[in-house]
Every structure is written in C-alpha cells, then in structure tokens.
C-alpha cells in the first residue's frame, strides 16, 4: 500500500525524540510510502539523518506558541498542497487537530485529552499514566496494525564527524576508564521560573565531590549551563572534572554521552538524548512520572520520591505545579552514588 503520510510535532526535544519507534514502525509497516516529518526548528537537529523518513520539514514553533495566524496559515497551504493521505497528529492540543484539519488530510489520527480529539478522524485516549513511546506507538492500532512493544530504542543519528569531536574531546582532556557523565541543568520548560526538575546545586555538588575522589567526571549542557558548570568547577577545585558545557553542538553532546560509562540526568531533554545514545542511566524524578518519560532500558535507574505530592495535571496540560512543595528534596546523594556504583559495576 503507497500512501503519502505525515508525522506532524511542534515539540520538544525529548517528545520528539519519543517519537522514534513510531516513526521506525511505521516505516516497516508502509515499506513503500513516503512518510514526512514536519517539526518545529528547536528539536529538528535530533531527528536530521533519520533513514526511516523520506524527508524533514523544519517550521518556527513559535507560530503556534506565539499565536502568529498569517505564518500558520502559510504553513497550512504549503501542507495542504502536499495532498498527504494520512496523518499523525502527535501534539495533544485540540488546535493541532484542527489546524490539521483544516490541511485538508482525509485521515487524522491523534489523541484524545478529556474530549480535546475531536478533529482527528481516530483518536486514542490519553489520559492514564502510560509511557510516552506506548502512547506515540498505540496510533498504529487506530491503523489495525498491532505495534511492536519491544520495539522501542530511541533513535539520535550521530555522522562520523560527531562521533570524531566525542573522540578527540575526551583525549585532549584525559578522560579515561570509566568517565561518569552528569547533566547538571536542563529541566526547565519555557515559562517555567524556577528549574523545578533539577536536583538542588548543593546536593549536585556534595555528588560530584565524591565521585570526583575516585572518577573522571564530565559535566554535559549547553549554552544556557556554562555558568552552572563553570561555577561547580570553580567550587570544587577537582582535576577529575570537565565541563562540555557551551563547547558541543547537540548531536556532539550525544557522542560524548554515548562514550560515558553512566549518565546522571534530570527528567530533560538531554535525558531522552542520552537515552538515545547509551542504556546506563541514572535518571531523577520530581514533578513527572517516570513511568511516563524515564529511559527505558532494562539496565538504567529512576529515582522518583514525590508520589504522594504528584500533581498529574503538569503532565497531561503543562499547568505548573506548586513550587513550595520543594520537589526532588527526599532524593539523597547516597543513593545516587549507589545506583551509578551498581551500573558501572554491570
């Protein structure tokens, strides 16, 4: 059967990311259609180089996030004159469905949040807590095709000149052995004021300074975390630690974290990246759910205390939680060495 299909997702990183076994299946099940990726600019480098897509269509987030109607209906002509036959709405907002709607595609498949499906054609449910890549994987039912649940690694295509950068970074700073890659910041969503994902700094620095005795550390970010890592530098004064922070594209991050022994993240978008690279990672949970969003590699480890605090609504609408609740506060450092000891002893 040839059909020409869309997969359609404004973001984020880490959704995005998700979204890779379906993307996966859904080329072993049309081997023959043409299968487009239309996505928003700030996660589209995570999925360039996919094999299973035909093509990727980059577009401004923001003419959603902001509310701009002329460059919206811009990019509803250029979709609607691409005439797809099928389409997997993969943001949960009532307005995607409809904007897909409104490209004119005969069949809209999408989920269904408390009545907000209304515009796809077929819709699944989305409400109780179930991982995110079942949720994106579950479509293919709307399909009558029975998805894969073992099938389910997160795909980051890495080119040989990110895996070179990984290579010569770790040698020009001695990063031998067992080198434990920790992602001190990320977990702040745009209009968020407080990092509310982030283990507190003087917990994330009494870790590092005694890892540090005995391990070379790299501390991974971007742009937006070389104060954070430059700072835990100055502060503790230890030869074993490197910052990467600022000084790596996305994709090298990748590399870097696939060369790690253990990766120490946050629920972020550099935890489904590293998830994508590498099995062993020691994941922490506060406002989220792991069940909905942590690694899910046999081998890895999330730490999550704040059941009885747990506001679901954060998750299913992105309504922020309650600040004073002090989330993350019960995880200890002891037993985030524990866990990286168990994994870079397996």
Same mark, same amino acid.
């Given at each position: 059967?040839?059909n020409?299909i869309?997969l359609f997702?404004?973001g984020?990183?880490g959704?995005?990311?998700m979204?890779?076994?379906?993307v996966r299946?859904?080329?072993?099940?049309?081997p023959?259609?043409?299968? !487009?990726y239309y996505?928003?600019?700030?996660?589209?480098?995570v999925?360039?180089?996919?094999?299973?897509?035909?093509r990727i269509?980059?577009f401004?987030?923001?003419?959603?996030?902001?509310?701009?109607?002329?460059?919206?209906?811009?990019? &509803?002509?250029? /979709?609607?004159?691409?005439?797809?036959?099928l389409a997997f709405?993969?943001d949960k907002?009532?307005s995607?469905?409809?904007?897909?709607?409104? =490209?004119?595609?005969?069949? &809209?498949? %999408?989920?269904?949040?408390?009545g907000?499906?209304k515009y796809h054609?077929?819709s699944?449910?989305?409400?109780?807590v179930?991982?995110e !890549?079942?949720?994106?994987?579950?479509l293919?039912? +709307? +399909?009558? /095709?029975?998805p894969?649940?073992e099938d389910i690694?997160? @795909?980051?295509p890495?080119?040989?000149?990110d895996l070179?950068f990984?290579?010569?970074?770790?040698?020009?700073?001695?990063?031998?052995?067992?080198?434990?890659?920790? !992602?001190?910041?990320?977990?702040?969503?745009?209009?968020?004021?407080?990092?509310?994902? &982030?283990?507190a700094?003087e917990?994330?620095?009494?870790?590092?300074?005694?890892?540090?005795?005995t391990?070379?550390i790299?501390?991974? %970010?971007g742009?937006?975390?070389? @104060? +954070?890592?430059?700072?835990?530098?100055?502060?503790?004064?230890s030869?074993?630690i490197?910052?990467?922070?600022?000084?790596?594209? &996305?994709?090298?991050?990748a590399?870097?974290?696939k060369?790690?022994?253990?990766?120490? =993240?946050?629920d972020?978008g550099?935890?489904?990246?590293?998830?994508?690279?590498?099995?062993?990672?020691?994941?922490?949970?506060?406002?989220?759910?792991?069940?909905?969003?942590?690694p899910?590699? @046999?081998?890895s480890i999330?730490?999550?205390?704040d059941?009885e605090?747990?506001?679901?609504?954060?998750?299913l609408? %992105?309504?922020?939680?309650?600040?004073?609740?002090?989330?993350?506060?019960? /995880?200890?450092?002891?037993?985030?060495e524990?866990?990286?000891k168990r994994?870079?002893l397996?």
């Amino acid at each position: 059967m040839k059909n020409k299909i869309l997969l359609f997702k404004v973001g984020a990183l880490g959704d995005v990311l998700m979204t890779t076994p379906l993307v996966r299946q859904l080329r072993k099940a049309f081997p023959k259609s043409e299968i !487009v990726y239309y996505v928003g600019k700030y996660a589209a480098d995570v999925i360039n180089g996919n094999k299973n897509l035909d093509r990727i269509e980059v577009f401004d987030q923001n003419i959603f996030y902001k509310k701009n109607p002329l460059k919206a209906l811009s990019l &509803r002509n250029k /979709i609607k004159r691409e005439k797809f036959d099928l389409a997997f709405v993969l943001d949960k907002h009532w307005s995607f469905g409809l904007f897909a709607k409104l =490209c004119g595609i005969p069949l &809209r498949l %999408g989920f269904n949040r408390n009545g907000e499906g209304k515009y796809h054609t077929h819709s699944m449910i989305y409400q109780q807590v179930r991982h995110e !890549v079942h949720y994106y994987l579950s479509l293919l039912e +709307l +399909l009558s /095709i029975k998805p894969n649940n073992e099938d389910i690694n997160l @795909e980051l295509p890495l080119v040989k000149k990110d895996l070179t950068f990984a290579n010569s970074f770790f040698k020009k700073n001695k990063l031998t052995g067992k080198v434990i890659g920790i !992602v001190p910041g990320g977990g702040k969503n745009p209009g968020e004021k407080e990092p509310i994902r &982030r283990l507190a700094p003087e917990k994330v620095i009494e870790l590092l300074k005694r890892l540090s005795k005995t391990n070379k550390i790299l501390l991974i %970010g971007g742009p937006e975390d070389v @104060e +954070l890592c430059d700072g835990i530098i100055k502060f503790l004064k230890s030869g074993n630690i490197i910052s990467a922070a600022g000084k790596s594209s &996305r994709k090298q991050s990748a590399a870097l974290m696939k060369k790690c022994s253990v990766i120490v =993240c946050g629920d972020s978008g550099p935890m489904h990246i590293a998830s994508a690279v590498n099995d062993k990672i020691v994941s922490l949970f506060g406002p989220t759910n792991p069940k909905r969003k942590a690694p899910l590699h @046999e081998s890895s480890i999330a730490i999550w205390h704040d059941q009885e605090i747990y506001e679901e609504s954060y998750e299913l609408y %992105g309504k922020l939680p309650d600040i004073n609740k002090k989330w993350m506060t019960k /995880i200890t450092v002891r037993e985030v060495e524990e866990a990286i000891k168990r994994l870079l002893l397996n």
